[in-house]
């Protein structure tokens, strides 16, 4: 069985601010593990397990036609306690109808992944800066990322379907 993820990705002037915040971070930290792993901005949608990618695909085909891109507005900087920072988004319907459709559609062909952190109404919406960091990490993180961060709006573009772990985009699919 494989991990998968569904992520939501940005337009370019987001994906490059976030991704300012990431380089940042990873070069005063030391803790890189995004960048090595390549790992683009995004919100995960959806976490899965399975051995059925060609049914994955297949489905996803049909949920990028049924999703249109729509605007996020990031809010806040959050932590999960003591690895990650992130940005979090407002939960809107948008985020909570995608959430709500991709694990519907995927959980056929799927179990679930990720202990269930990404299934509707469990999920904190989150575009991580930084991941897997120690105690001091996160309190530098914080700093740089306190120190750059105001609230703004972002439009999501692309829905895309990844094996997780190492990181491995399979396919994007434009959001119309």
């Not at 380089?23 to 803790?31: L, P, Q, S």
């Not at 809010?75 to 979090?88: D, K, R, S």
């Not at 299934?119 to 930084?130: D, K, R, S």
Request: glycine share 4%; charged share 25%; aromatic share 10%.
């Amino acid at each position: 069985m494989i991990d998968y993820a569904v992520t939501l990705e940005f337009d370019e002037q987001t994906e490059n601010k976030i991704q300012e915040l990431i380089d940042e971070v990873a070069k005063k930290t030391g803790c890189d593990y995004m960048k090595q792993s390549n790992i683009p901005p995004h919100v995960t949608v959806s976490a899965l397990i399975s051995d059925n990618e060609e049914a994955l695909l297949l489905e996803m085909e049909n949920i990028a036609e049924l999703i249109n891109k729509d605007y996020i507005w990031f809010a806040n900087i959050g932590v999960f306690n003591p690895l990650v920072i992130y940005l979090g988004p407002v939960m809107n319907e948008f985020l909570q109808n995608t959430c709500s459709i991709v694990n519907e559609r995927l959980l056929k062909y799927a179990d679930v992944g990720n202990r269930g952190r990404y299934l509707p109404n469990q999920w904190v919406p989150h575009a991580g800066i930084a991941v897997k960091l120690t105690p001091d990490a996160l309190k530098e993180a914080f700093a740089i990322v306190q120190g750059k961060f105001s609230a703004f709006g972002a439009t999501a573009e692309k829905i895309v379907l990844a094996r997780a772990e190492p990181y491995e985009e399979l396919r994007s699919w434009k959001l119309k």
